[in-house]
């Protein structure tokens, strides 16, 4: 990449996924807090409440399958870029039926093949909530007047933006390679395995002195590759618990939470679809910029979480 400028992405926007039984993945998304903005043929897509045209596209298919994530890219040009550099780009084609259009090059990662759509033009929308900030009443400062009560809705907890995914890869260092050399991605922390080999990364997008989310994508090596799960916000902490209260009383299947992640800060709550791919609701995530250092650490579970249930058994399988 000396002397070539890298492709250029400025945020992650939404991500695919195929399902056999559309009407149980259905109600699960709307309980799950998507909005659902718009129907062409066999896909539906939804949105947050925020301003992307659509976060999540649920298309019927004979088997399920993880569709790959929407990255929007600073220009034109960066499209052409990626047509030029990467041997399994598609052409460049317009994104005709999905809200919001735009153009789109699609790339296969190289290791694993899984899809990975590079997105620019598309446009954004209003959003269509504001939303109330809590204030909450410290031992020693108290933020609240008389008579002004903490009063909430039952409900999902609706999803603000799509903010990360995360994949299990077959061959760690070709793929962080890749990634980091060919786009402005680099990494937050990096972590490695008894025998001192890296094994995985939490990528955020770098965009200079601008903060940024402290991970985007997160990679880490296993013996088959998969799509780990896709990550959404939501507005606060009350919000998320409500919405894991929500899914409990729906019979959907938790998969890890609520609790407190380390690298990144979220609080994290993981829940199985109807099938089977993991999605995951989360608030106050840290942020990072050009002048944020690369940690470097052992894996292990206790890295993952400050506090919340044990993590569970096979959860990086």
Known sequence: ?????????????????????????QQFLADFGFIETKRVGNKI?????????????????DEDEFGGTGFVVQSLGDLERARERIP???????????PGGGKCVTIRDPVDGWPLHLVYGQTLVEPTKEYHYVNFNF?????????????????PANVHKMGHFGMCVTD??????????????????????????YIGAFLHIDLGEQLTDHHTFF???GPKSHVHH?????????????????????????????????????????????????????VDGDLVNCHTETKV????????????PDVPEGFLG
């Open 139 to 155: 031992p020693h400062k108290k933020n609240r007047g008389g008579g002004e009560f903490q009063r909430f809705d039952k409900g």
């Open 172 to 197: 760690f260092d070709k793929v962080y390679n890749f990634y980091t050399t060919l786009f402005n991605f680099k990494a937050s922390d990096i972590q490695y395995d008894e025998a001192g080999k």
């Open 1 to 25: 990449m000396t002397g070539q400028s890298k492709i250029t992405i400025l945020r992650v926007s939404h991500v695919y996924y195929k399902h056999k039984d559309v009407e149980a993945a």
């Open 230 to 282: 896709s990550s959404f916000e939501v507005h606060d902490f009350d919000t998320e618990v409500l919405g894991h209260d929500w899914l409990r009383h729906k019979n959907y299947k938790n998969c890890w939470g609520v609790g407190r992640h380390v690298m990144g800060s979220q609080i994290f709550d993981y829940w199985y679809d109807t099938s089977g791919f993991i999605l995951e609701h989360y």
């Open 45 to 61: 897509y939804y949105r947050g409440y925020g301003t992307e045209s659509f976060v999540y596209c649920l298309e019927g298919a």
């Open 297 to 308: 650490s052992q894996a292990s579970p206790d890295g993952l979480h400050v506090w919340g």
């Open 219 to 221: 990679i880490f090596e």
């Open 88 to 98: 399994t780009a598609s052409e460049i084609y317009d994104l005709a039926d999905a």
